[in-house]
């Protein structure tokens, strides 16, 4: 498993507190970069800008990555453009919430 990987499967133990469906599956997580220093840097969205998790989500993103011994650094950008909506969700998390 490479680091990319292990730090996807550390995103799917979140979820969202509104919503059954960890954040990865819901899509909210944009892009992932590891360079080769293993300094990542993670876009990701929220489902609204008025969040109730807007603070504390990104940040138990990152302490998640940041429990992964290989990693160096996060740099964690929380980005509106383009806004969540339903279709970024994963197949599974549909079917998991019957749309």
Known sequence: MNLKEKIIAEIKKIYD???PVNIYELGLIYDIKVDKENN???NMTLTTP???VAESLPKEVKDSIMEIK???KVDLDLVWDPPWNKDMMSES???ELNL
Do not use: D, G, Q, T
């Open 17 to 19: 507190p509104e919503i």
């Open 40 to 42: 990542v840097k993670v």
């Open 50 to 52: 008025n969040c109730p």
């Open 70 to 72: 290989e990693v160096n």
């Open 93 to 95: 998390a549909k079917l």
